[in-house]
């Protein structure tokens, strides 16, 4: 099977990128020589690179990478549409700074329109030929367990993985007919090998009630060495939704699965790239911090800060300091979980808290060793005993530091009941087996992606499926954007500034610094 995925996408991306620069310069320039000369100049691969490089990102933010919107022509216009308009600026204030690597004006005002035809064309042309070159992959269900039907159910929410399910396949073969999702039961287990080969199934996903003497090993082991791929249904769910399911997961599955293992030395840069990536926010953060700090008091006084007793590695206890997003005292009658249209809220604390800017001060906490920038969420002490109760393996969440944003918190909403909450621990555990810097950062430019477009989270594949995010860029973010942005230009101006009032005091006069200009 090929299907098209987002590094498909990246990689017609940096095609079309690389061919409308030459476009543009060709279109330029007009004479052969010309253009020879200026390819053959000073910097070309790096100001070609430095173009790739912020329209990827451009276009990343722009949720252009996001799959199922892939066929969505509207999305896809209005995204390349704001791509562009933010890579063209980024370009414009690297030029005014570096003109070393400036493409030329003429060349980068042509550049531009024609990247984006050719972007938007190559998407159109993948949409319609959808350029699955084999057809659709065939899907078997050997088992009619609940983690089967649940893996069924997330196929069908997913037209993008290019899969077909054929059917199920029953414990006993009394049931064959009987619809389960869509489709039903069309044999039983025991003609796994002879419905996969009238069927030509790629693909067998395990999902047994009772496995005890009830799987065919002989026949699948024979059907795994002809090619035909064999999964478990909790694997197949991990790997499709990026969460763990934890309905009738065994003790066993976890130990026995690859991952969790995390050494010392990745401790160790983890928490080097903690540090370091705080401070980096702690300065770039400066003014929506004083912003928000300054609305939150506007609105309903002191004190701005927020701190809570939150549950943290190995369940040991610490402050948490936040914005205040509630009203004060608005816990008298003792802790209560957030709701999703909760009235203790404030009007400032809403937006704060949908483009995360409560969170901010949680650096702090970073700084101090407490949390990491990435893990799971710290509960509250009252909240973790009731979770731990209810919900199996939920202590295990905090074998790691926790974090300030997660892969819980970029692929989830807030978690506001027990079954939210064991959604999220799904999400958690997912990110625990694979901990990575890599998975790290992912996460941290997820985050960004939150915070500019305030991003919402809705299930697509009913109450335990994997969150449809709806894209909303806001005025509110556009105005954090250009908050943050003036902010900055303010202190690159002052900064400046300061830089030629130094040297005409050390010129001595106003004249010998003219003159020296």
């Given at each position: 099977?090929?299907?098209?995925?987002?590094h498909?996408?990246?990689?017609?991306?940096?095609?079309?990128?690389?061919?409308?620069?030459?476009?543009?310069?060709?279109?330029?320039?007009?004479h052969r020589d010309?253009?020879?000369?200026?390819?053959?100049?000073p910097?070309?691969?790096?100001?070609?690179?430095l173009?790739?490089i912020?329209?990827?990102?451009?276009?990343?933010?722009?949720d252009?990478?996001?799959?199922?919107?892939?066929?969505?022509?509207?999305?896809?216009?209005?995204?390349?549409?704001q791509?562009?308009?933010?890579?063209?600026?980024?370009?414009?204030?690297?030029?005014?700074?570096?003109?070393?690597?400036?493409?030329?004006?003429?060349?980068?005002?042509?550049?531009?329109?024609?990247?984006?035809?050719?972007?938007?064309?190559?998407?159109?042309?993948?949409?319609k030929?959808?350029?699955?070159?084999y057809g659709?992959?065939?899907?078997?269900?050997?088992g009619?367990?609940?983690?089967?039907i649940?893996?069924?159910?997330?196929?069908?929410?997913?037209?993008?993985?290019n899969?077909?399910?054929?059917?199920?396949?029953?414990?006993?073969?009394?049931?064959?007919?009987?619809s389960?999702?869509?489709?039903?039961?069309?044999?039983?287990?025991?003609?796994?090998?002879?419905?996969?080969?009238?069927?030509?199934?790629?693909?067998?996903?395990?999902?047994l009630?009772e496995?005890?003497?009830?799987?065919?090993?002989?026949q699948?082991?024979?059907l795994?060495?002809?090619?035909?791929g064999?999964?478990?249904?909790?694997?197949?769910?991990?790997?499709?939704?990026g969460?763990i399911?934890?309905?009738?997961?065994?003790?066993?599955?976890l130990?026995?699965s690859?991952?969790?293992?995390?050494?010392e030395?990745?401790?160790?840069m983890?928490h080097?790239?903690?540090?370091?990536?705080?401070?980096v926010?702690?300065?770039?953060s400066?003014?929506?911090?004083?912003?928000?700090?300054?609305?939150?008091w506007?609105?309903?006084?002191?004190?701005v800060?927020?701190?809570?007793?939150?549950?943290?590695?190995?369940?040991r206890?610490f402050?948490?300091?936040?914005?205040?997003?509630?009203?004060?005292?608005?816990?008298?009658a003792?802790?209560?979980w957030?709701?999703?249209?909760?009235?203790?809220?404030t009007?400032?604390?809403?937006?704060?808290?949908k483009f995360?800017?409560?969170?901010l001060p949680?650096?702090?906490?970073?700084?101090?060793?407490?949390?990491?920038?990435?893990?799971?969420?710290?509960?509250?002490?009252?909240?973790?005993?009731?979770?731990?109760?209810d919900?199996?393996?939920?202590?295990?969440?905090?074998?790691?530091?926790?974090?300030?944003?997660g892969?819980?918190?970029v692929?989830?909403?807030y978690?506001?009941?027990?079954e939210e909450?064991?959604?999220k621990?799904?999400?958690?555990f997912?990110?625990?087996?694979?901990?990575?810097?890599?998975?790290?950062?992912?996460?941290?430019?997820?985050?960004a992606?939150?915070m500019?477009?305030?991003?919402?989270?809705?299930?697509?594949?009913?109450?335990?499926?994997?969150?449809?995010?709806?894209?909303?860029?806001?005025?509110?973010?556009?105005l954090?954007?250009s908050?943050w942005?003036?902010?900055?230009?303010?202190?690159?101006v002052a900064?400046?500034?300061?830089k030629?009032?130094?040297?005409?005091l050390?010129?001595g006069?106003?004249?010998?610094?003219?003159?020296?200009?």
């Amino acid at each position: 099977m090929i299907s098209i995925g987002a590094h498909f996408l990246l990689l017609f991306d940096v095609f079309s990128v690389v061919l409308g620069l030459l476009a543009a310069i060709s279109l330029r320039l007009v004479h052969r020589d010309a253009i020879v000369y200026y390819l053959n100049g000073p910097h070309i691969v790096a100001r070609f690179v430095l173009v790739i490089i912020v329209f990827g990102v451009a276009l990343y933010y722009s949720d252009l990478y996001h799959l199922p919107n892939f066929n969505k022509r509207l999305e896809t216009f209005m995204g390349l549409l704001q791509a562009l308009g933010a890579a063209c600026l980024v370009l414009a204030i690297i030029y005014y700074f570096s003109d070393g690597i400036s493409l030329g004006r003429g060349i980068a005002v042509m550049s531009g329109p024609t990247i984006f035809v050719l972007m938007l064309g190559s998407r159109v042309a993948l949409s319609k030929a959808n350029l699955f070159l084999y057809g659709p992959e065939r899907v078997l269900v050997v088992g009619t367990g609940a983690t089967g039907i649940s893996a069924v159910r997330e196929i069908l929410a997913r037209p993008e993985l290019n899969l077909k399910v054929e059917g199920f396949l029953d414990e006993s073969g009394e049931n064959i007919g009987k619809s389960l999702v869509n489709p039903g039961i069309i044999g039983a287990v025991q003609e796994v090998d002879s419905i996969t080969l009238g069927r030509r199934i790629d693909h067998i996903i395990i999902s047994l009630k009772e496995r005890r003497g009830k799987m065919p090993v002989a026949q699948l082991l024979q059907l795994k060495f002809t090619g035909v791929g064999v999964e478990d249904a909790h694997s197949f769910i991990e790997r499709v939704t990026g969460r763990i399911h934890l309905h009738q997961l065994s003790p066993s599955w976890l130990i026995l699965s690859d991952g969790f293992r995390k050494s010392e030395f990745l401790y160790a840069m983890k928490h080097a790239l903690d540090l370091i990536v705080a401070l980096v926010a702690l300065v770039l953060s400066l003014p929506l911090m004083l912003l928000t700090a300054a609305a939150v008091w506007l609105e309903s006084g002191g004190p701005v800060l927020f701190r809570q007793e939150r549950t943290g590695l190995r369940g040991r206890t610490f402050n948490i300091l936040k914005f205040r997003s509630m009203y004060q005292n608005a816990e008298e009658a003792g802790p209560v979980w957030a709701a999703h249209d909760d009235d203790r809220i404030t009007r400032v604390g809403r937006i704060i808290r949908k483009f995360r800017l409560d969170e901010l001060p949680q650096i702090f906490n970073v700084l101090r060793g407490e949390m990491s920038l990435v893990g799971p969420r710290p509960e509250r002490p009252h909240f973790y005993k009731l979770l731990a109760r209810d919900i199996p393996y939920f202590p295990l969440r905090y074998s790691v530091r926790p974090g300030i944003t997660g892969w819980a918190q970029v692929k989830y909403q807030y978690g506001a009941t027990l079954e939210e909450s064991k959604t999220k621990l799904e999400y958690d555990f997912f990110y625990i087996k694979h901990m990575s810097l890599v998975l790290d950062l992912a996460i941290l430019f997820e985050t960004a992606k939150v915070m500019i477009h305030g991003t919402v989270s809705i299930s697509s594949a009913g109450d335990h499926g994997e969150p449809r995010r709806e894209k909303k860029t806001t005025l509110a973010g556009v105005l954090l954007i250009s908050i943050w942005v003036a902010g900055y230009a303010v202190v690159l101006v002052a900064f400046q500034f300061a830089k030629v009032l130094d040297r005409i005091l050390t010129r001595g006069s106003v004249n010998s610094y003219v003159s020296n200009r």
